[in-house]
């Protein structure tokens, strides 16, 4: 079993920064990948950045160059570090980490930058 907490979420001004945190429980955390993903208002949820078991990344090309995804296993947590915030931003970020037939979900934190 695996549950996920969000935290770090909040209200910024374009151009700001905010660092969220996935804290994960559950055993075997650093074997698997971690994705941080977001929804906007009336949009699908989309996938904004993982991390492999290497610490690996990848990024959406909306974030590519002001999102930073890292990991501390140690501490079982998974960051999503923000900065250069742009309005359309704004969503509800969630975490998320698989397993063989299982999908796990946070609840979400959400992030709102004002222009």
């Known amino acids: 079993q695996v549950h996920l907490v969000e935290s770090g979420g909040g209200l910024v001004q374009a151009g700001g920064s905010l660092r969220l945190s996935c804290a994960a429980s559950?055993?075997?955390?650093?074997?698997?990948?971690v994705g941080w993903y977001r929804q906007a208002p009336g949009k699908q949820r989309e996938l904004v950045a993982t991390?492999?078991?290497?610490?690996?990344?990848n990024y959406a090309d909306s974030v590519k160059g002001r999102f930073t995804i890292s990991r501390d296993d140690a501490k079982k947590t998974v960051y999503l570090q923000m900065n250069s915030l742009k309005p359309e931003d704004t969503a509800v970020y969630f975490c998320?980490?698989?397993?063989?037939?299982?999908?796990?979900w946070g609840q979400g934190t959400q992030v709102t930058v004002s222009s």
């Open positions: 991390i492999l078991s290497s610490s690996s990344t």
């Open positions: 998320n980490t698989k397993r063989p037939g299982l999908d796990y």
């Open positions: 559950g055993i075997m955390f650093s074997l698997y990948a």
